[in-house]
């Protein structure tokens, strides 16, 4: 199976809601996720302030990923970082257009995914007092991903309702497909794809780790010389069973889950012809 599960998790410093350290609960979220790459925002701890803490290395060395640190604390963003279980075959390290507000970081990685260069972005914008802003790095975001050959997925937090002006900026001038475009209740986190099968989306409660969800897509990576350039996905939604147990989501998110972490807002994952 030629499959690739990505996630995008805020996880606000490493820091629970009562201020205690949460990386042990991370690490257990991110195995029984069993993700191949996930995004972690505002992850920068490595300044004085935030107790020069690299969590994120001890995340990747205790769970087998290779990891992208993001921009430095130099560049005084919030932070974004990525592990992968895929090779990271490049990456570049951008700070989007900010003339108002806060600095805002991406990552963008080509990996190589079962024989196939695929790109991924890890991204936050900024926040919703600043228009300018938003609409800049949403056009920067859409450029990076225009200009790319390779299949793409986009894991980010964007700032925007679906389907207005700045949703709009992202998938139709990056070239890409909303995981679900009628998934109504979002605002920060967004998936995006180009030149993957999407299977299936999730979401995931928080647990006692910062006020965000997880978000998880499943995807299918076509050939290393198969042009789906020109597929269109179907979203026409089909039961698990549809598929094989290997494309699956995990069962231990079912119902209460575990630890507070449960599939919310559809109750389920969806899955996707």
């Known amino acids: 199976q030629r499959l690739i599960t990505s996630a995008i998790w805020t996880v606000h410093f490493d820091l629970d809601n009562d201020m205690w350290l949460a990386e042990n609960r991370i690490i257990e979220a991110v195995r029984d996720l069993q993700v191949d790459v996930m995004g ?20 990747a060395e205790e769970l087998s990923y290779y990891v992208d640190y993001g921009p430095s604390p130099r560049k005084h963003t919030w932070g974004c970082a990525m592990i992968s279980k895929f090779p990271i075959k490049n990456s570049t390290h951008h700070l989007l257009p900010s003339p108002v507000g806060e600095l805002a970081c991406a990552i963008h990685a080509t990996l190589d995914v079962h024989g196939r260069d695929v790109d991924i972005i890890v991204s936050h914008n900024g926040q919703e007092e600043n228009p300018l802003d938003r609409k800049l790095q949403t056009t920067e975001l859409a450029r990076i991903m225009r200009e790319s050959q390779n299949p793409f997925i986009f894991t980010g937090y964007v700032v925007t309702k679906p389907h207005a002006k700045n949703y709009k900026i992202l998938f139709d001038g990056g070239r890409i497909h909303d995981i679900d475009p009628t998934d109504s209740d979002r605002w920060c986190q967004y998936i995006g794809y180009r030149g993957v099968k999407r299977v299936g989306y999730a979401r995931v409660s928080r647990g006692t780790i910062t006020d965000t969800e997880i978000q998880v897509g499943k995807f299918a990576v076509p050939e290393p010389n198969e ?29 209460k889950g575990v630890r507070g972490h449960f599939y919310h807002v559809f109750k389920e994952p969806r899955y996707f012809e």
Do not use: C, N
Not at 40 to 59: A, Y
Not at 238 to 255: C, D, I, L, N
């Open 40 to 59: 972690f925002l505002e992850s920068d701890t490595e300044r004085i302030i935030m107790g020069g803490r690299d969590w994120t290395q001890r995340v």
């Open 227 to 255: 042009d789906i350039s020109a597929w269109l996905p179907s979203y026409q939604r089909v039961k698990e069973s549809h598929y094989a147990p290997e494309y699956h989501f995990p069962t231990v998110f079912r119902g």
